[in-house]
């Protein structure tokens, strides 16, 4: 059992359906003082309302923009703050189901959604949701961007508003060809550039925020997110923002007026009054605070705990703390940048593949509890895991491997020289565990092959702009899908200009008849297979290297919080998490 010395919390049983919830410097500081006691208190009657979940991430946001920060620290501090129009079940996290969307029929041969949103929605400024809101999301990301972000390109802005053939004249438009058509205040005709099998799946990831937040005036857009202030961070979700310390703590609580209800047994949501995310960015002391209770969910993201974390878990709090094993569909990948020399060069790339040793990277990252990757998600009719044992790149032992990368790369005129190296390249490396395991990996590995990795560790938001403005050779990732299924998840990579400079007609082609077939039919499978071949005989964007599993800990008085590692949607993994009374 947990009780809070900071916060005093008052807990009373669910009563039936009202509509009510919510989805928050740089000094450091610990965890508020928890005494756990040695054994949780159970609740009598299920759900009950009341009660702080004290959470723990690794490292601050870069930013809080809910449309232009990728990282996925703000995903998980933000997403209790926001709805989107579609979003994963909360009772079911591989699926999509409607959020903000009431209702919706699909017209005009599979291009135009006629979409009704539920009424009284409230912002958490007191604004009521209308599909103006709606309208000016989508016009400011693909038309209307803050000064410093250049427009979208890819494969979601392709479907969007026909890029790289983008009329915003029309986009914006009352009544446009390709984009929302506002009916009356809750109901919209969005027109797409063609039919899609995964369109709400594209879009789960995007946050609805209110007009007069995201557009200062007419001519004005403001990057909402870029102030950390209640006025800037405005939402419909269940918590709103309260306050966020940098290098401290993020906060949430409650908000009363939220719409959405238990789909269960119709309770307002949410159960939680609030959630505190600590900065802790040292793994021990972080999994030192979820021990003694603390923080009571380990951070959920990426690596939320080691596999050896786990079982002490496991063997030293029975009863009193649960781990979660989900597959998690993190990658570990390595970035090219395509217009820098010699990465421009589909053999130099290639030559990087052949010679890294996924077993190795798969131990580092994640003791030995991964799948083998290509670029596309680990979803049939995608390859992954064994069915890439025989592959170039993924083959044991590495002999034959390596004797290819040499070969391609003294081909290419990159020989080794009197200094032992045949390139010796910068490696940005963001100042997380995660990133700089990788990165120390992929530096033992390369100079197997002679190439010298000068890694060059650098805040969070440096790497950031390093990476949105393309300067780098070289750049570790680890990305994880969102997806239901492998279409979606490879144009997430590229929905928002994020393929580092690879866009090939061959690519969209087949991603654009992929995306237009029916899920589960013959053309869907032919063109899912065609793409990922030519997605590796490019090396288009990264070399792939494993799918990495990693375990959840939570302690057992936080009940229905799922995990959720296929999808990082913390925001429906709030909505119906609750406390044992008294905890």
């Given at each position: 059992a947990c009780s809070s010395?900071?916060?005093?919390?008052?807990?009373t049983?669910?009563?039936?359906?009202?509509?009510?919830?919510?989805?928050?410097s740089t000094t450091t500081t610990a965890a508020p003082e928890v005494t756990a006691t040695e054994e949780a208190v159970v609740a009598d009657t299920g759900p009950v309302y009341g009660g702080i979940l004290y959470a723990a991430m690794e490292n601050d946001a870069p930013g809080m923009s809910p449309m232009y920060d990728s990282s996925i620290t703000r995903a998980y501090m933000w997403w209790p703050m926001y709805n989107r129009l579609w979003a994963a079940d909360p009772l079911d996290m591989s699926q999509n189901v409607n959020d903000l969307v009431k209702e919706y029929t699909i017209t005009n041969g599979g291009k135009t959604y006629n979409i009704t949103l539920h009424e009284g929605v409230k912002f958490h400024n007191g604004e009521t949701l209308t599909a103006d809101d709606v309208k000016a999301r989508y016009e400011i990301q693909e038309c209307d961007l803050p000064?410093?972000?250049?427009?979208?390109?890819?494969?979601?802005?392709?479907?969007?508003?026909?890029?790289?053939?983008?009329?915003?004249?029309?986009?914006k438009s009352a009544s446009p060809k390709l984009g929302i058509k506002i009916v009356d205040d809750t109901h919209i005709e969005w027109t797409l550039n063609r039919p899609s099998n995964s369109f709400t799946d594209y879009i789960y990831q995007h946050a609805v925020s209110p007009r007069s937040v995201l557009q200062k005036d007419d001519a004005t857009p403001n990057m909402s997110g870029k102030e950390d202030t209640p006025e800037?961070?405005?939402?419909?979700?269940?918590?709103?923002?309260?306050?966020?310390?940098?290098?401290s703590v993020f906060k949430v609580e409650k908000f009363e007026d939220y719409?959405?209800?238990?789909?269960?047994?119709?309770?307002?949501?949410?159960?939680?009054?609030?959630?505190?995310?600590?900065?802790?960015p040292d793994a021990s002391t972080r999994f030192a605070a979820f021990r003694n209770g603390n923080v009571e969910i380990t951070q959920d993201n990426f690596r939320p705990i080691t596999f050896s974390q786990a079982r002490v878990i496991e063997d030293e709090m029975e009863g009193k703390a649960t781990v979660k094993y989900d597959f998690g569909a993190t990658n570990a990948f390595m970035a090219y940048n395509h217009v820098r020399t010699p990465w421009d060069d589909v053999n130099m790339r290639t030559a990087l593949h052949l010679a890294l040793d996924r077993d190795d990277i798969c131990e580092v990252l994640a003791e030995g509890n991964c799948v083998y990757a290509t670029h596309m998600p680990p979803f049939l009719p995608s390859r992954f895991g064994d069915a890439l044992n025989d592959e170039p790149g993924y083959r044991q032992p590495?002999?034959?491997?390596?004797?290819?990368?040499?070969?391609?790369?003294?081909a290419a005129g990159y020989t080794v020289g009197a200094d032992g190296n045949r390139l010796s390249v910068e490696l940005p490396v963001r100042p997380t565990s995660r990133y700089q395991d990788l990165a120390l990996v992929l530096q033992d590995q390369l100079k197997k092959v002679n190439v010298e990795l000068r890694l060059n560790p650098m805040e969070l938001g440096a790497f950031d702009r390093r990476r949105r403005s393309r300067d780098f050779d070289l750049l570790p990732i680890t990305g994880v899908t969102s997806t239901l299924h492998p279409m979606q998840g490879h144009a997430g990579y590229w929905q928002a200009g994020n393929g580092y400079n690879c866009e090939y007609d061959e690519r969209d082609t087949?991603?654009?008849?992929?995306?237009?077939?029916?899920?589960?039919?013959?053309?869907?499978?032919?063109?899912?297979?065609?793409?990922?071949?030519?997605?590796m005989d490019y090396m288009c964007a990264y070399t792939p290297t494993v799918w990495l599993d990693y375990p959840l800990g939570v302690w057992n008085h936080i009940n229905d919080y799922p995990a959720h590692k296929i999808r990082y949607d913390t925001g429906p993994a709030t909505h119906l998490a609750w406390k044992d009374a008294g905890t």
């Amino acid at each position: 059992a947990c009780s809070s010395s900071e916060e005093a919390t008052t807990t009373t049983t669910a009563p039936a359906a009202t509509a009510t919830t919510a989805a928050g410097s740089t000094t450091t500081t610990a965890a508020p003082e928890v005494t756990a006691t040695e054994e949780a208190v159970v609740a009598d009657t299920g759900p009950v309302y009341g009660g702080i979940l004290y959470a723990a991430m690794e490292n601050d946001a870069p930013g809080m923009s809910p449309m232009y920060d990728s990282s996925i620290t703000r995903a998980y501090m933000w997403w209790p703050m926001y709805n989107r129009l579609w979003a994963a079940d909360p009772l079911d996290m591989s699926q999509n189901v409607n959020d903000l969307v009431k209702e919706y029929t699909i017209t005009n041969g599979g291009k135009t959604y006629n979409i009704t949103l539920h009424e009284g929605v409230k912002f958490h400024n007191g604004e009521t949701l209308t599909a103006d809101d709606v309208k000016a999301r989508y016009e400011i990301q693909e038309c209307d961007l803050p000064e410093g972000r250049s427009a979208p390109k890819g494969t979601t802005s392709k479907l969007l508003t026909g890029y790289p053939d983008r009329d915003c004249d029309d986009f914006k438009s009352a009544s446009p060809k390709l984009g929302i058509k506002i009916v009356d205040d809750t109901h919209i005709e969005w027109t797409l550039n063609r039919p899609s099998n995964s369109f709400t799946d594209y879009i789960y990831q995007h946050a609805v925020s209110p007009r007069s937040v995201l557009q200062k005036d007419d001519a004005t857009p403001n990057m909402s997110g870029k102030e950390d202030t209640p006025e800037d961070n405005v939402g419909t979700g269940p918590f709103k923002y309260v306050e966020y310390q940098r290098g401290s703590v993020f906060k949430v609580e409650k908000f009363e007026d939220y719409w959405g209800t238990d789909p269960r047994n119709g309770n307002a949501l949410p159960y939680l009054d609030g959630i505190h995310t600590y900065v802790i960015p040292d793994a021990s002391t972080r999994f030192a605070a979820f021990r003694n209770g603390n923080v009571e969910i380990t951070q959920d993201n990426f690596r939320p705990i080691t596999f050896s974390q786990a079982r002490v878990i496991e063997d030293e709090m029975e009863g009193k703390a649960t781990v979660k094993y989900d597959f998690g569909a993190t990658n570990a990948f390595m970035a090219y940048n395509h217009v820098r020399t010699p990465w421009d060069d589909v053999n130099m790339r290639t030559a990087l593949h052949l010679a890294l040793d996924r077993d190795d990277i798969c131990e580092v990252l994640a003791e030995g509890n991964c799948v083998y990757a290509t670029h596309m998600p680990p979803f049939l009719p995608s390859r992954f895991g064994d069915a890439l044992n025989d592959e170039p790149g993924y083959r044991q032992p590495k002999t034959e491997d390596i004797a290819a990368a040499e070969a391609l790369m003294d081909a290419a005129g990159y020989t080794v020289g009197a200094d032992g190296n045949r390139l010796s390249v910068e490696l940005p490396v963001r100042p997380t565990s995660r990133y700089q395991d990788l990165a120390l990996v992929l530096q033992d590995q390369l100079k197997k092959v002679n190439v010298e990795l000068r890694l060059n560790p650098m805040e969070l938001g440096a790497f950031d702009r390093r990476r949105r403005s393309r300067d780098f050779d070289l750049l570790p990732i680890t990305g994880v899908t969102s997806t239901l299924h492998p279409m979606q998840g490879h144009a997430g990579y590229w929905q928002a200009g994020n393929g580092y400079n690879c866009e090939y007609d061959e690519r969209d082609t087949l991603q654009e008849a992929a995306d237009s077939a029916a899920l589960g039919s013959t053309e869907y499978t032919t063109n899912i297979v065609a793409l990922e071949k030519s997605l590796m005989d490019y090396m288009c964007a990264y070399t792939p290297t494993v799918w990495l599993d990693y375990p959840l800990g939570v302690w057992n008085h936080i009940n229905d919080y799922p995990a959720h590692k296929i999808r990082y949607d913390t925001g429906p993994a709030t909505h119906l998490a609750w406390k044992d009374a008294g905890t």
